[in-house]
């Protein structure tokens, strides 16, 4: 039997577990600059504020309500997520922590002091709003999606109290004869409108395609999630996370840029950033993504009518793998030549670096080297220097150098349990 | 020669909990061929105050005491006080919590319905709490207290 445990509004959590009085209260967090919503509780989802959302929009709803706004707490995050997994290893000795929120258990049939998984389930709730006052919401089933959806049917379903065991073939039934497809886990929107075209609009219709014809319309993912939903697991518990596939930074700049030589200083900050994350788990890129864009919700100044916008994105393959900086920022800042149009306030430039392979891997081809082995070699001790002395003590010349660039942040909380400073005070 | 910079690659990174880290023991003694050494038994090891203060790593959060209301606790303004939230909260347990919003540490005493939080400095009144009524939430039990000696000369 899998467990999904998931915390509810995790981030608008985390802030009301040092403060009780923010109960009942509409919260949202904003994103590394301040610039969108990333986070929002039940109050402020229920005053039809939208994830993603730009906060200046919000300001008029601010004015009405009582809105308590939080710039990212990453620390705060970081260390109530810890705890959190740490404490469910209490509960099994198997956790895959899948996301800052949410982990997967394996319990095996044997529970120890718990007669049932409703009774496991109300304690591990009981036990985690005791010890970290957080609400959490576990789901129960024979394989990881149904764990999952069970997990959703707690949510949404406030009679449950927070915990849904899916453990009886009639119980999956007739959960799977209401849940709508396009909730499923690993059916995004586009699959969900391909379904919804051949009338598949349940879980139940999910479970009882023919395999083939699934096959061919998700491939084998799709595949394995009508096998799983019929109750044959086919996902298991990832305890050892595989290095990551992509490498993306684009943060904003908080201000709007027009000139191409600041945009070039930017993209290669970005890069430096990526180029680093790249080396620490000793991988190479193959291809580089540069992306940028216009603010979408700017009026021109005066007529107030909406703004001129372009946004546009090149992929170059590179000749040969690599994770040097200097070598990348040449293709980098050709792409972004490339892509750059004069006239227009850009808002972002980001970086993607694509198609990783391991460090060690060397490709030889007919007309070109492999990588300089030279450049490879300097940057690792470039970042042992900037690892000894501090971020970007030694850098490129043509990366722009201002300290306080990368974070603007108004609304910040107290790290409680991560800095002295900060710590909850007690009359 | 090892370089203390040198990268460890990112497959041999656990999460470790350093407050679960069990210490190897080291023998003082030295070792020789041919004869056991009576003083074998003479482990040193390296004591901690975490390992003292600190039974629930995840469930302990370190607060800092304000005013004097606690004094007679030995809870002095600037002590740093550890507060365990997975202990059991008893009448007399010396607890930190939120009352309508204030975070307090005071002694907890049930009084029928009510809570009473009581000071150890009589010039503070004691707070009671109307359960239901009031808005009231536990952090923990106040397990360890850290303080500096007071600064003072007796005249005798």
Known sequence: ?427 | MIDTLDRIPSENIYLVNSARRRRLPFYESLVSAGFTSPAENYIREKLSLDELCVVHPDCTYFVKAVGESMIGDYIYPGSILVVDSVKMVFSGSVVVAWVNGDCCVKRFVRKGHMIMLESSNEKYPPIYVHLGKDQFRVLGVVTFIVSKPPKYVRFS
């Open chain 1, 1 to 427: 039997m899998y467990a999904l445990v998931d915390a509810n509004n995790f981030y608008a959590s985390a802030h009301r577990s040092f403060d009780p009085t923010l109960e009942g209260k509409p919260i949202i967090v904003l994103s590394n600059r301040d610039g969108n919503i990333v986070a929002r509780s039940n109050e402020a989802k229920a005053l039809n504020i939208k994830m993603a959302q730009p906060f200046f929009e919000t300001k008029e709803l601010r004015e009405q309500h009582d809105i308590v706004v939080f710039s990212s707490a990453y620390e705060l995050y970081g260390d109530t997520s810890s705890r959190l997994m740490s404490v469910l290893t209490q509960f099994a000795p198997d956790v895959e922590v899948y996301s800052i929120d949410e982990a997967f258990l394996w319990i095996e049939e044997y529970m120890g002091t718990y007669p049932t998984y409703q009774d496991l389930g109300t304690a591990i709730r009981q036990k985690v709003d005791q010890w970290l006052r957080l609400p959490v919401c576990v789901g129960f089933g024979p394989t990881k999606t149904l764990a999952k959806l069970a997990n959703r049917l707690a949510k949404r379903t406030p009679e449950l109290n927070g915990v849904c065991v899916l453990d009886t073939p009639e119980a999956i039934a007739e959960a799977l004869s209401e849940f709508p497809v396009k909730d499923l886990w690993g059916v995004g929107s586009r699959y969900a409108a391909k379904l919804k075209a051949f009338g598949i609009n349940t879980a139940a219709q999910l479970r009882d395609v023919p395999d083939d014809w699934i096959n061919s319309l998700m491939t084998v993912n799709g595949l394995r999630m009508v096998h799983e939903l019929r109750g044959f697991p086919c996902h298991m518990l990832e305890i050892n996370p595989p290095a990551r596939k992509t490498i993306c930074t684009a943060p904003g700049f908080g201000k709007l840029i027009p000139d191409l030589a600041n945009l070039a200083d930017a993209l290669t900050t970005h890069l430096c950033r990526c180029c680093e994350k790249l080396r620490k788990q000793d991988s190479l890129c193959g291809a580089i993504t540069v992306f940028l864009h216009t603010d979408r919700f700017r009026k021109t100044p005066g007529n107030g009518l909406p703004a001129k916008q372009y946004s546009n994105s090149i992929t170059l393959t590179l000749p040969h793998p690599t994770n040097s900086t200097t070598e990348l920022l040449t293709y980098a800042e050709s792409g972004l030549k490339a892509i750059f149009r004069f006239g227009y306030n850009y808002l972002k430039v980001g970086i993607m670096l694509s198609d990783l392979v391991p460090g060690d891997y060397r490709q030889k081809g007919v007309f070109v080297d492999g990588p300089n082995e030279k450049l490879l070699a300097l940057s690792s001790v470039v970042d042992k220097v900037n690892q000894r002395y501090g971020q970007d003590k030694l850098r490129l010349a043509s990366q722009q150098y201002n300290p306080d660039w990368p974070m603007k942040q108004k609304y910040l909380s107290k790290r409680y349990t991560t800095r002295w400073e900060d710590i909850l005070e007690a009359s």
